[in-house]
């Protein structure tokens, strides 16, 4: 089993930036593929942007040039860095991890961090 830990969430104004990170333990052997999904009230769970051990990163197209993912493995620990966050990033954002795809979902999830952008 792993097990992920998210913290940074919180209400920020239009314009301004969040740092969210989630720490793995457990079982981390089995993880190759971390990311970030996020789901808005009233939507289906969408991929934010994933990275590998490696580095390579898949990030959504409604968020490039903004939001930028990093890992430390280390630390055993993914990021993700939100600059000019929009009103429409408001979201609860989840971090996974156990994929072996850049695409698709892993079987390890957090439990969620509220981001809401308003001003």
């Known amino acids: 089993q792993v097990q992920l830990v998210e913290s940074g969430g919180g209400l920020v104004q239009p314009g301004g930036s969040l740092r969210l990170s989630c720490a793995a333990s457990?079982?981390?052997?089995?993880?190759?593929?971390m990311g970030w999904y996020r789901q808005a009230p009233g939507k289906q769970r969408e991929l934010v942007a994933a990275i590998t051990t490696g580095g390579i990163t898949n990030n959504a197209d409604s968020v490039k040039g903004r939001f930028t993912i990093s890992r430390d493995n280390a630390k055993k620990t993914v990021y993700l860095q939100m600059n000019s966050l929009k009103p429409e990033d408001t979201a609860v954002y989840y971090c996974?991890?156990?994929?072996?795809?850049?695409?698709?979902?892993?079987?390890?999830w957090g439990q969620g961090t509220q981001v809401t952008v308003s001003s």
């Open positions: 996974n991890a156990g994929s072996v795809s850049l695409t698709a979902q892993g079987p390890y």
């Open positions: 457990g079982s981390i052997f089995s993880i190759n593929v």
